[in-house]
């Protein structure tokens, strides 16, 4: 991918919910919710403070991320869906 986001956003890819149900249901496209969970592909440098100091953001590309259900813009880079939004729309990193 060549695209390199600025300041403080972030450009995740959803990483696909399962297809059945614990007991083995299969779910339709049609009745999925869109996953909230994703993987960082790639970072901005960071925001600007008041002094003008660029302050790094927390996540980096390869963690997995939990975000909110209607965060960030949908874009499609290189023929895969991407989102991209800001770091503040992440609610937090998925420990390994």
Do not use: Y
Request: hydrophobic share 40%.
């Amino acid at each position: 991918m060549n695209f390199r986001p600025l300041h403080d956003r972030v450009v995740v890819r959803r990483i696909e919910a399962e297809e059945k149900t614990k007991g083995g249901i299969i779910i339709p496209d049609s009745a999925k919710e869109k996953p909230q969970e994703g993987e960082v592909i790639a970072v901005g440098p960071g925001a600007r403070d008041e002094t003008g100091k660029v302050q790094p953001l927390d996540v980096k590309a390869g963690d997995r991320v939990l975000f909110g259900k209607w965060s960030g813009t949908e874009v499609r880079i290189d023929g895969q869906d991407l989102l991209i939004m800001k770091e503040s729309d992440i609610m937090g990193v998925v420990a390994a």
